[in-house]
């Protein structure tokens, strides 16, 4: 998702900024800052475009000391070309930071007089207008006990199938494999497994938790792998699960597992990325 927050500025004011990057990030939103986000040795300009290729929206600080036109105009290039590839979900933001001493009060660009501007009366006030101009919001309320989404990803990246045979006429050679796509698994309610690319795992039907917390109920595998037994462990930071699969004599794939939480709100959904792979 191209959701970060580009902050635009000069570096001299760079203690400002970092103000702003630290409240952007606390409210959980994700700002880019070239001091945080372009790792040492990258060239500038590159950076800096692949840094507008992410985001949903720039913010442009003026102060007095924003008086480089050619990279003020270099910025506000990439923005427009953002802008137009992305509609609505990408914004053109500009914040007038206070004057300091007689260095007189910035002005705002030809260019950029056309979008939000905001001028700040106070950082407070100025976050709220900046929440308020940008295309993206934040998702529901989290206990600080629940993962992000690159927590889950990262503690199930590992996650492996391993394919048992021969057994029934299983016609797949045994072996450890990756297992490839997407895991869903939502609360006593329903769960997914599935995997993308050439080799498919869909689901014909949805899977059900019973009253002892097992899970139940039936897949087809692909033209891929049409008699495989696949058996799949996955333990993630809220919930260990244990899945097995193995083919009925009706042709299906048949699955398995308790559910175990590991604290008392669970994630509505979580995916798995994962990819199945031949050894």
């Not at 934040?138 to 996650?159: I, N, Q």
């Not at 809220?238 to 009925?248: G, P, T």
Request: hydrophobic residues 40%.
């Amino acid at each position: 998702m191209k959701d970060r927050i580009f902050l635009s500025h000069k570096g001299a004011n760079k203690p400002v900024i970092r103000c702003y990057y630290r409240a952007l990030g606390a409210a959980g939103f994700r700002p880019w800052l070239d001091e945080k986000d372009m790792p040492a040795g990258t060239n500038p300009d590159r950076g800096i475009r692949e840094g507008f290729k992410d985001a949903c929206a720039v913010i442009f600080f003026l102060t007095p000391d924003f008086k480089d036109e050619t990279f003020l105009k270099d910025e506000i290039n990439y923005a427009k070309e953002e802008e137009r590839a992305k509609g609505d979900r990408f914004a053109i933001i500009t914040l007038i930071l206070p004057q300091a001493g007689n260095a007189g009060k910035p002005t705002v660009p030809d260019l950029l007089r056309q979008y939000v501007w905001i001028e700040e009366d106070n950082h407070l006030t100025s976050l709220a207008k900046i929440f308020e101009a940008l295309p993206i919001r934040l998702g529901r309320s989290k206990w600080r006990t629940e993962p992000d989404d690159d927590e889950l990803d990262a503690a199930l990246r590992s996650v492996k199938g391993k394919i048992e045979s021969p057994a029934d006429g299983d016609t797949v050679a045994p072996r450890e494999c990756r297992v490839s796509g997407v895991v869903e698994a939502y609360n006593q309610q329903a769960l997914y497994l599935f995997t993308g690319g050439a080799e498919r795992f869909w689901p014909s039907a949805r899977i059900k938790a019973n009253l002892e917390g097992r899970w139940t109920g039936q897949v087809n595998l692909g033209d891929r792998f049409p008699t495989a037994t696949i058996r799949l462990a996955a333990v993630d930071p809220n919930m260990a699960a244990y899945i097995e699969v193995y083919r009925s004599q009706a042709g299906h794939m048949k699955h398995g597992g308790m559910l175990i939480p590991r604290f008392p709100v669970l994630l509505d959904t979580i995916k798995v990325k994962v990819k199945l792979s031949k050894k």
